[in-house]
């Protein structure tokens, strides 16, 4: 039985890989941000602002506060400032406001991380060093609901689950004359948000795509939007017991078992081509995050912590 356990752990990383890697090559086959955008069926920008736990407005800077970086110790807390291993944001989007409550994510990579530079010819450099941007934690008064993984080292990005839909957000790059000519950069850092469901399958056939701002001031477009789909019904807790269809009664569940699962990431020579290289570490550990903080869903029967213990970057196509 612990073996099955084991495996049947495993194969729920690799699926979660698997679809990972499937949205990356999706916004790898694109040549800018500008042009994923565009091969949305919709999506929206908004301007997130740092709050207090009640709400209230403190500043437009998202930001990670601290631009140096530390090396790795075993408690990433202890050298954090106390004020930022708690944040607060406000943003709004597709009608909806959403007050972030989050917490800084210390076991995302392990004492020993390393990262690695591969060119051509071999190993090029290597250093330990990280920084305390990676957040998880729910929408405020919504902590059963909803799951939140963000990382805040340049702007906002990662994922807001509510029971409803899911939202990605990331930093708006290149902005537009036109939209740069009817926006105060005085009033916060542009944010690109949209939906899961607005990223079309590779059954579908590009078409008119819909683009409308969360935000007043900007300018929009307008098009026929695609039907969404019905959301699926909620997961029972874990140890409960729920009705089947039929009459009977699903058997209760054990109690769950914590797991540590340790990962190395390669990130290869288009990946760091697309997202620059000097954004591509922020970017890998942003993304883990997101698979870190989804793992931790005490749906899944057992809670599974990923923690990141070396990074690999290809700069060039290896030999062999």
């Known amino acids: 039985m612990e073996i099955l356990r084991k495996t049947l752990t495993c194969i729920l990383i690799l699926s979660?890989?698997?679809?990972?890697?499937?949205?990356?090559?999706?916004?790898?086959?694109?040549?800018?941000?500008?042009?994923?955008?565009?091969?949305?069926?919709?999506?929206?920008?908004?301007?997130?602002?740092?709050?207090?736990?009640?709400?209230?407005?403190?500043?437009?800077?998202?930001?990670?506060?601290?631009?140096?970086?530390?090396?790795?110790?075993?408690?990433?807390?202890?050298?954090?400032?106390?004020?930022?291993?708690?944040?607060?944001?406000?943003?709004?989007?597709?009608?909806?406001?959403?007050?972030?409550n989050l917490t800084l994510n210390p076991q995302l990579v392990s004492k020993h991380f390393t990262v690695e530079y591969w060119g051509r010819e071999g190993l090029e450099w290597r250093h330990d060093m990280v920084e305390n941007c990676h957040y998880v934690g729910y929408l405020q008064d919504q902590y059963s609901s909803t799951r939140v993984a963000l990382s805040n080292c340049k702007g906002l990005h990662g994922v807001i689950t509510t029971e409803e839909e899911q939202y990605l957000i990331e930093p708006l790059k290149n902005i537009s004359s036109t939209t740069s000519s009817q926006w105060d950069q005085g009033e916060g850092q542009q944010h690109v948000i949209y939906k899961k469901s607005s990223i079309p399958s590779s059954r579908q056939q590009p078409g008119q795509h819909e683009f409308s701002c969360g935000i007043s001031g900007c300018p929009c477009q307008h098009s026929t939007p695609s039907p969404t789909s019905p959301s699926s019904s909620p997961?029972?807790?874990?140890?409960?017991?729920?009705?089947?269809?039929?009459?009977?009664?699903?058997?209760?569940?054990?109690?769950?078992?914590?797991?540590f699962v340790e990962t190395l990431v390669v990130a290869d020579k288009m990946m760091v081509g697309y997202h620059g290289r000097k954004d591509i570490?922020?970017?890998?550990?942003?993304?883990?995050?997101?698979?870190?903080?989804?793992?931790?869903?005490?749906?899944?029967?057992?809670?599974?912590?990923i923690i990141v213990t070396r990074l690999i970057v290809l700069t060039e196509d290896q030999v062999g």
């Open 16 to 100: 979660l890989v698997v679809v990972m890697a499937s949205s990356e090559f999706q916004r790898l086959s694109h040549n800018s941000q500008v042009e994923y955008l565009s091969y949305l069926q919709h999506y929206q920008l908004t301007v997130p602002m740092q709050v207090d736990e009640n709400g209230d407005f403190l500043s437009y800077t998202v930001k990670h506060h601290r631009p140096g970086r530390r090396r790795r110790t075993a408690d990433p807390t202890s050298t954090a400032d106390p004020a930022q291993t708690r944040v607060f944001y406000r943003l709004s989007a597709y009608g909806k406001h959403f007050h972030l």
């Open 235 to 259: 997961t029972p807790a874990p140890g409960s017991n729920s009705t089947l269809p039929g009459g009977g009664h699903r058997r209760r569940r054990s109690l769950s078992t914590e797991r």
């Open 281 to 305: 570490e922020h970017y890998i550990l942003s993304v883990m995050n997101i698979v870190a903080k989804l793992y931790r869903d005490a749906s899944l029967g057992n809670v599974v912590n």
